[in-house]
T-cell receptor, first 112, second 110 residues
Framework: EAQVTQNPRYLITVTGKKLTVTCSQNMNHEYMSWYRQDPGLGLRQIYYSMNVEVTDKGDVPEGYKVSRKEKRNFPLILESPSPNQTSLYFC???????????FGQGTRLTVV | EDQVTQSPEALRLQEGESSSLNCSYTVSGLRGLFWYRQDPGKGPEFLFTLYSAGEEKEKERLKATLTKKESFLHITAPKPEDSATYLCAVQADNNNDMRFGAGTRLTVKP
């Protein structure tokens, strides 16, 4: 089954404790991206990757890092999480830019 | 800068009561306009892509239309299972990703 898989689904952590949210897709898509979703603000892009070893900032990249060492994986790293990063996070993949996106199930992150 | 505005923010309908959701956009060079459905606690699910003014697409009770400034998602005789948040997004020619609207939360009462 074609899918985008994120882990974990839920995470509660403390300020400053490094964490990684994993994302994997099995569709051989070139393009992957990370979004955060906050009430009233919609989906905002954090980082995207157009291919292996090619990543770039989206609209809200501060406090986040990404890497794309393999085509299928695109982890999101929070080196020193802060409470304002409490949000619902989605990973998505696309065949290439301009096509429809397939989203993961989401990761609800709470930073206390 | 690309902008997407969806209205209304929330819409409550009775089962069978048809209506439309609006997505107004400003973009320099539209590559595509996307509609997604999002159920609570889940990732958005793709519905339609529209590429040029005048284009229409249908799926069951949903029909999406596109003009040069806005898109409508028409819902005909909705059922309770159509309750969800509907997201609109635009992809510009000179942009690497979609820009999303804040969504319309649709509730259909039986």
């Amino acid at each position: 089954e074609a899918q985008v898989t994120q882990n974990p689904r839920y995470l509660i952590t403390v300020t400053g404790k490094k964490l990684t949210v994993t994302c994997s897709q099995n569709m051989n898509h070139e393009y992957m991206s990370w979004y955060r979703q906050d009430p009233g603000l919609g989906l905002r892009q954090i980082y995207y990757s157009m291919n292996v070893e090619v990543t770039d900032k989206g609209d809200v990249p501060e406090g986040y890092k990404v890497s794309r060492k393999e085509k299928r994986n695109f982890p999101l790293i929070l080196e020193s999480p802060s409470p304002n990063q409490t949000s619902l996070y989605f990973c998505a993949s696309r065949i290439y830019r301009g096509t429809e996106a397939f989203f993961g199930q989401g990761t609800r992150l709470t930073v206390v | 800068e690309d902008q997407v505005t969806q209205s209304p923010e929330a819409l409550r309908l009775q089962e069978g009561e048809s209506s439309s959701l609006n997505c107004s956009y400003t973009v320099s060079g539209l590559r595509g306009l996307f509609w997604y459905r999002q159920d609570p606690g889940k990732g958005p699910e793709f519905l339609f892509t529209l590429y040029s003014a005048g284009e229409e697409k249908e799926k069951e009770r949903l029909k999406a239309t596109l003009t040069k400034k806005e898109s409508f998602l028409h819902i005909t005789a909705p059922k309770p299972e159509d309750s969800a948040t509907y997201l609109c997004a635009v992809q510009a020619d000179n942009n690497n990703d979609m820009r999303f609207g804040a969504g319309t939360r649709l509730t259909v009462k039986p």
